[in-house]
């Protein structure tokens, strides 16, 4: 399950910028997470409690904002949404798609004390 390693990662993020603007408590994590990253949201939601617990973030909210995935389509000369990788173009039915968006995560916003 890589969604605790990822959430090691959020918390060390939220521990570095508590640090840089002196900040004490963490209410609300605020993610991106793009629908071609490969990450559970589900899972993160979970092990982001257990990752949170004894830190600035413990008790914290995770707002999980989904961005879809988007693709250019080299054969019609379209930039399109795709739900999934390997999917055809909505526009023309080719398979010569380039992903431009939606394989990224982040930290979109924090709400703090």
Not at 12 to 28: H, Y
Not at 92 to 107: D, K
Request: proline share 4%; net charge negative; charged share 25%.
């Amino acid at each position: 399950m890589h969604e605790m390693a990822l959430c090691e990662g959020i918390i060390g993020i939220v521990e570095e910028e508590a640090r840089k603007r002196a900040f004490a408590k963490v209410n609300v994590v605020c993610l991106e997470i793009g629908a071609l990253s490969h990450v559970a949201p589900e899972a993160l939601q979970f092990c982001f409690e257990a990752v949170a617990a004894r830190t600035i973030a413990q008790g914290a909210k995770l707002e999980i904002v989904e961005t879809p995935g988007t693709a250019w389509c080299m054969a019609c000369s379209k930039s399109v949404e795709i739900k999934q990788r390997y999917e055809p173009c909505p526009s023309c039915g080719g398979y010569q798609l380039q992903v431009t968006g939606g394989e990224e995560m982040r930290v979109r916003e924090l709400e703090v004390d």
